[in-house]
C-alpha cells in the first residue's frame, strides 16, 4: 500500500528520508526477525511471553517508521506469535471468548505503544522543528546585530569624516576672517595715507601758490580736496560698518536715554548754531551692546539733523511705544523725508535717495544701523513723506525691561 | 637738565607724510630741531646711539618720537618694545602716529609703554592742527624727566 508523500508526512513528521514502500517493507522484516527470535528462544520459552519479542518490534517501529507500518507490524506480529506460541499452538485463538478476552491487553499495550511511540516521535519533530527554529532566529539576530553594527560603524565614521570637514570648514574661516581682517587692516592704513597726501598738497598748493592760482585753478584745488575728504569718510564709514559686522554683541544692561545723550555729544559739530528742538521721551533700558547702540544713535540722529537742515526750526523727536507688547523706538523729524516707492533701499550699502549737492553722505550709514539692529536681533524701517519728514522705527529683542 | 640736539625724532617711511609732517611742523612756527629717520632700524641705531649714530650720546635724548607703525626692516610696535625695555631710553616719551586705529595696534601699543597714540587725520587742516598740538604740548607743556645716565654723570 502505497500513500502519498504528503499524505505520509502529514501523519509522520519524522521518517522523512524513506519512501513509504520502503517503510512498510523494513516494518515486514522487522517483524519476521522479531517471530524469528522468539522461535528460536522457544525452546527455552516454551509459552512464556509469546508476544515479547513482536512488543520489542512493535516499539522500534513504532518510533522509527511511523503509524501505518507499527499497526501492520502489530497486527502480523500479533497474528503470527498467536498462531505459534500461544496453546493452543497453531491455531488463531478467537474461538472463545476467554481467548479474545486473553488477547485484549496485548491489543491495548501495542496500541498505547503506538500511540505513545508516535507522539513521543511527534514531540522530538516538534522539539526539532523549536530548535531549528531557535538556531534560524539566532542566525537572524546575528545578522541583525551585524547589521547593527555596521550601521553604527558607518554612523561613527560619518560622524567623524563630519567632524573632520567641520573642522575644515572651520579653518577655512578662521583663515577667511584672518584675511579678511588683514584686508580690512591694509584698507584702513594703506588706503588713509595716499588720501592725506592728496588732501596735504592740495592744500599747500592753496596755501604757498595761492596768489599765482587763477580762480578757476583754485576751485579745482578745493575739488581735490574735497573728493579726498569724501573718500576719507567712506574708507571710515566702510570699516566702521565692517567692524560692526565683525564684533561680537557684548550685552549688558544699556539706558537708552544716556546713549542718546552720548550720541548728541557726539554729533554737535553738526548741530552746532542750528535751531533744533529736541523732544526726547523717556527711553526704555535695552540689553544691549553700548558701543554698537551708540552708533546706532549716532547715525539716526545725524541723519535727523542733516535732512532737517533746511527747516526752521528743525523737530526732532526720539521716544517709544508699545505695539503687541513690543518695545519700539522711533526717531521722528520733520526734514525732507523721502519717497515711501524707494524704502527698500534705504538700508542697502551705498544706496542714496538724496542727490550728492543736496545732502552730503556715503551711503553706508543705515546700512550700519540695520546690521546692528540685526545683531540684536531686532527689525527696523521707516515711514516718511517728500517734505513732511521721515520716522524711523526699530526694535531690539524684547530681553531688557522697559524702563 | 640735560640737553637736546634733537626736540623731535620723526620715524617716517612715507617721504610724502615726511613733508606733510615737515611743513606742518614749520607752519607750527615752533623752532624745534627736528631729525628724521625713515625706518625703524635706523630709528634704533639714532636712540642707541649706534651706526651712523655711534658719534651721539644718550645724555641727549629727543624730547619726543613720533613713531609710524608700519615701517620697513623694524617695524613701530618692536621698535616701541626695544626702547620701553631699555633703562637708557625707556623715558624717552614716545608718541604713535599712524594711519590706522586698530585695536590691537591700540592695546599692544599701551602694553608697551606707549605715552600717547594717535590717529592721522586725512585731512589736512585736522593733521596740520593736530603736529602744531602736539609739538606744542610735548617741546613747551610737557615737562621731561633727565635720562639716567645723565643723572649719575
Redesign the interface.
Known sequence: MITSNSNSSKSQPAPEQRSTLQRYAIALAITAVAFAVRLALDSKLQDKFPFATTTMAIILVAWHLGFGPSVLTCLLGFLAAEWAFVPPRHTLGFNTLDQLVGNIPFICVSAAIIWFGRSMHAARARADAHARNAIEQQKHLEQEIAERKRAEEEVRRLNSELELRVDQRTAELVATNAELESFT?SV???L??????V??????LEQECGPLLSPEALRYAAKI?QG??NM?RL??DLLNLSRVGKQEVNRQSVPLNSVVNEALAEIQSETNGRQIEWRIGSLPTFDGDPGLLRLLFINLLANAAKYTRQRTPAKIEIDQMQFNGDVIVFVRDNGVGFNMKYSNKLFGVFQRLHRAEEFEGTGVGLATVLRIVRKHGGKIWAEAEVGKGATFFFTLAPSGSPG | MASHDTDILLVED?P??VE?AL?ALRKSNLTSLIQVVRDGEEALDFLFCNGQFSGRSFNHPPRVVFLDL?LPKVDGLQVLRELKNDPRTKMIPIVVM?????QRDLQEGYKLGVNSYIQ??????A?QKLITDLSYYWLKTNQISSPPVAARA
Open positions: 587692516y584702513s592704513h594703506d588713509r595715507a595716499p588720501l592725506r597726501h588732501d596735504g598738497f592740495a592744500q599747500i580736496r579726498s575728504q576719507g574708507v571710515d | 612715507d610724502q607724510d606733510l611743513f608700519k599712524t594711519s590706522s586705529a586698530e592721522k587725520p586725512v585731512g589736512f587742516d593733521f
